[in-house]
Nanobody, 127 residues
Framework: QVQLVESGGGLVQAGGSLRLSCASS????????MAWFRQPPGKKRDIVAA????????YYPNSVKGRFTISSDNAKNTLYLQMNNLKPEDTAVYYC????????????????????WGQGTQVTVSS
């Protein structure tokens, strides 16, 4: 059973930075596509960033492009999200997600493609 545990959330002022981490356990030796999603209060969950197992492919929506960076350390089984120049509209619960992929190049950007989810970590950006 794959388990994902996020950490690194908190309260930060607008313009500040945070780095989220997602530690995974229980994965097989298969390739895993991974991503970060977020859910603002009263809104649906949306993708923030996605990365292939090899790390060679990444995806960002326009809302965070140039400010957020996703990366992974497969040796440590850890996924990261570096968030810079944070804005109040970035306030949300951030979730880590993982799913087996047919190859190390595969990237997944749709919520229902992911089978495994963390419990979420709160990020609050004050103005």
């Amino acid at each position: 059973q794959v388990q994902l545990v996020e950490s690194g959330g908190g309260l930060v002022q607008a313009g500040g930075s945070l780095r989220l981490s997602c530690a995974s356990s229980g994965r097989t030796r298969s390739s895993y596509a991974m991503a970060w999603f977020r859910q603002p209060p009263g809104k649906k969950r949306d993708i923030v960033a996605a990365i292939s197992w090899s790390g060679t492919s990444t995806y960002y929506p326009n809302s965070v492009k140039g400010r957020f960076t996703i990366s992974s350390d497969n040796a440590k089984n850890t996924l990261y999200l570096q968030m810079n120049n944070l804005k109040p509209e970035d306030t949300a619960v951030y979730y880590c997600a993982a799913d087996q992929a047919v190859g190390p190049w595969v990237i997944k950007t749709v919520e229902n493609e992911y089978q495994h989810w963390g419990q979420g970590t709160q990020v609050t950006v004050s103005s």
